[in-house]
């Protein structure tokens, strides 16, 4: 049982990075979209792996249902341009890279200095199984509800802001 975890652990880790390195390095469009969705559903299978339902299932609904629909869309709808291919070009390769170790390092150190033991989901060192759905719509409707109602008026202001912009005509 617990060899099979670790293999489907495993094969979605190296999907995860495999699918991210290459749409970093690819120079086609379309293929480092498709090269997102992968990435997503690693991302997304992690998350369920680390018993975080609630956001695993929110990055299919979101991101890979919605964002990276959009994305394909807008490409497919511009892919050539007087009959000539999409390409990306590699620019800033050696500054992205330093730019990326940078935010690497601070994100470990981030993460090494986290106090697991007082998450509500641990108890004595050991991840509690079950559903963490509740804990978050808790967490969100009492602890953390200024914050939430902060940013639900940040989107609509937002919103409203992008019709604005959509719909002003120069005249």
Do not use: C, H
Not at 42 to 50: D, E, R, S, T
Not at 92 to 98: A, I, P
Request: glycine letters at 8%; zero cysteines.
């Amino acid at each position: 049982m617990y060899l099979l975890q670790e293999i489907i652990f495993v094969f979605f880790t190296l999907l995860t990075l495999v699918s991210a390195v290459y749409m970093a390095i690819t120079t086609n469009v379309i293929y480092a979209a498709f090269s997102l969705l992968l990435t997503f559903i690693g991302v997304a299978a992690l998350y369920i792996f680390a018993s975080a339902e609630f956001i695993g299932l929110t990055q299919i609904m979101i991101y890979i249902g919605g964002i990276l629909i959009l994305i394909v869309f807008g490409v497919m709808l511009t892919n050539k341009v007087g009959n000539q291919p999409i390409r990306a070009k590699s620019i800033n390769t050696v500054s992205g890279l330093l730019l990326s170790s940078a935010l690497f390092t601070l994100l470990m150190n981030s993460i090494m200095e986290i106090n697991f033991s007082k998450l509500p989901w641990i108890k004595n060192g050991l991840m509690v199984s079950g559903n963490t759905t509740p804990i978050i719509g808790v967490n969100l409707m009492t602890q953390y509800l200024l914050p939430f109602e902060i940013i639900a008026v940040l989107l609509l202001v937002a919103l409203l802001g992008a019709s604005l912009i959509a719909g002003r005509k120069d005249n």
